[in-house]
């Protein structure tokens, strides 16, 4: 069976919306109920193709069998691996490719053996928390590194690298997020992430890319190049997912790097005793990328979440964008917003919520230069959305100080 | 749809053997052609359930829907850790669980959440080389601690613990594998697991017990009580897993341990960030244990690896008995053997392979008191393990030194 004629096209074999079954003892977060909940960075049920997967895991049983069920190749099964680096374009071959429990497995990996407690990360001064939790879980410190629009500031984090260093301290690695940043969106253009390869290169410092939204570009136009294919792969660990243009409970991502340090971490014990982190899970996903079943759904799902962004962005913008900067995201998950001087953050959060709608406080997020908060409007219908944006428009004129 | 009445019991819905597909760049090791493979602690292939799994991963995405999809709950889906508790006995509950992607991942997290690199871990003299692999890698020596054929000495367990602490390292925990020991096979008893919780308590020093083979009983007859129970949860994390009795490829265990210890783990921003290790996996083992699938499969491979361990045990015996000391495992997937004075593991290997035979050197697993090596019953027919011991029979009298 190829799974491309059993599975329509655009409708990725998605049943209709479900949420009803999202119960706590199951998923991770349940929304407050009768709330629209902007706050976590989650697919939409419906946009989370059952069918599909239902698919592809039958489809990957019978073809594979029990080698399906066996312990898998340490590094990821082969096909998967000659088909993700194909797609990471560069000089990339399967040897670059090392299979993943997903991006915050693959961070507490990294974490865990690129690195020594104490160790230092430099992240930009606003970053994803919970990437941000990870490192921090791990025993390793961070230092927020200064940056303008274009992202983290290369000659900031040589200084910063020098500092750490004078103060006896090792440096780990620098994590980044340079493509439809967690929180604030942003793209980092191409001159800006030249010099932070050959920044991090000139002091011997370990980039460690967060890519995890990188399949999710809505608007037309081609995406920058990866930090990692700059660097040719050297000394970039590149962190990609299919927990976010997929399903997150498949628990699979992958990583990208030179093949030395690929084999270094499929060289731990956990890989030589277990195998591939979720084998059969990758199996599954091969079937997809392979049978272009993946490409159809990615496709489908900007879609979906273009009419999303801007079922929330237009209306926002419309009733607020005179005195809130709205984010204008080509791509991933979230709108940011920072408000002017004067308005606070447990304000502005508190009167989203009495108006039913949460929201995710900037301040989780690191240091922000103004008060702010992010959007997601990856978890809820297009209609929702637009009432959920007219709500917070109507909340948040009535916060604004009185001049 | 009950899975139950769908799957016949007994049969597993296996199909016939299907190792052709068993390729390397699939799975994680391959015999080496035309050999009999004794090597691995692998099960045969026709001995995982590719028809029970897929009726379980349907039936879970039938029945959970997107909720499958999503980010798991950080701890893992409850009624999975309800029926899991239930069956670990003593004074169990959810909250004693957590979801794991196997004993190797759970043995990693363990081993950089719960230590610092350069904190000593107690090991058997002879226990699992991966394991030991796992922790060393994680930056955390090894000291090997004395025992009888009880197990580890308890007496000296302190001791070392004392020596270490005076030295100025700190201990970490102690890993122990009480229930069909891997390498030797060997079931601790009940008091001697009693002096060890003792000791460990005494001293203040974490158990890590690996339980991989617990489920694997092979004659009749009650199994020990776990560490973990002996010791009320308290200060003993036992490591489960469903890659022995269901299959590796799910990557998918469990953890048993004080629910504030429990609680510490999936508080680690890996979980926090990503939710459950393995959700849609943890969905589908859910279907099994609740539908009582497992438990019947269960009993079917029981039934099976006794068939293969008698196929190997009793030639093998028979031939070789009056001079080699051939464990009686009364569970788990191991031959255990111990050579007479002045015969060498190399020679030993070397004859074996000669023969067509792979087996496991003894000296992987730490120090052995004699030349001695490993056997798996578990991955090969009956009737290939009747001919791999006759073979092991005449290709090992020939090694014998001349007396």
Redesign the interface.
């Given at each position: 069976m190829a799974l491309g004629t059993s599975v329509p096209a655009g409708t990725a074999g998605s049943?209709p919306?479900?949420?009803e079954?999202?119960?706590?003892?199951?998923?991770?977060?349940v929304s407050p109920p009768g709330t629209f909940d902007l706050g976590p960075g989650?697919?939409e049920?419906?946009l989370?193709?059952?069918g599909l997967?239902?698919a592809a895991?039958?489809q990957a049983?019978?073809e594979?069998?029990?080698?399906?069920?066996?312990?898998?190749?340490?590094q990821g099964?082969?096909?998967l691996r000659e088909a993700l680096a194909a797609r990471a374009g560069g000089r990339c071959g399967p040897g670059n490719v090392l299979v993943t429990?997903?991006?915050?497995?693959a961070?507490?990996l990294v974490s865990?053996?690129m690195a020594?407690?104490a160790d230092v990360v430099f992240v930009d001064r606003t970053s994803y928390d919970?990437?941000?939790?990870?490192?921090?879980?791990?025993?390793l410190p961070l230092r927020e590194v200064p940056g303008d629009a274009a992202g983290m500031d290369p000659a900031a984090l040589v200084a910063a690298v020098a500092a750490e260093r004078a103060a006896g301290r090792r440096p780990a690695f620098v994590y980044l997020n340079p493509t439809f940043h967690n929180p604030t969106g942003a793209v980092m253009p191409v001159p800006r992430r030249r010099a932070l390869v050959s920044a991090a290169a000139e002091v011997g410092l370990l980039i460690v890319e967060d890519d995890a939204y990188a399949g999710l570009g809505l608007d037309h136009g081609e995406l920058p190049v990866s930090c990692a294919e700059l660097a040719g792969y050297h000394g970039v660990i590149r962190l990609c997912t299919f927990?976010k243009t997929l399903?997150?409970?498949?628990?699979l991502g992958w990583l990208l790097a030179d093949p030395s340090l690929v084999g270094r971490l499929a060289g731990?014990?956990?890989?030589?005793?277990?195998?591939?982190?979720?084998?059969?899970?990758s199996?599954a996903a091969t079937v997809l990328v392979r049978d272009g079943c993946y490409d159809r759904h990615l496709r489908w799902l900007r879609g979906q979440l273009r009419a999303r962004r801007d079922a929330l962005a237009v209306p926002l913008r419309h009733q607020l964008g005179h005195r809130v900067d709205i984010s204008c995201p080509r791509g991933g998950f979230f709108l940011w917003l920072r408000f002017p001087d004067g308005e606070r953050e447990p304000d502005l959060l508190a009167a989203a919520r009495q108006a039913g709608v949460v929201a995710a406080a900037g301040s989780r997020f690191g240091t922000v230069s103004r008060t702010s908060l992010r959007l997601a409007y990856s978890f809820n219908s297009p209609a929702r959305l637009t009432e959920a944006a007219s709500r917070l428009g109507a909340a948040w004129e009535t916060t604004a100080p009185s001049s």
């Open positions: 049943p919306s479900r949420d079954q999202w119960t706590p003892g199951i998923v991770q977060s989650y697919l049920p419906a989370l193709p059952v997967l239902d895991y039958r049983l019978t594979f069998g029990t080698a399906a069920l066996s312990y898998g190749a340490d099964a082969l096909p429990g997903g991006i915050s497995q961070l507490q865990t053996s020594a407690p919970l990437g941000r939790r990870i490192i921090t879980d791990c025993g927990a399903a997150p409970g498949l628990r731990h014990g956990m890989f030589v005793s277990g195998g591939c982190v979720n084998h059969l899970a199996l």
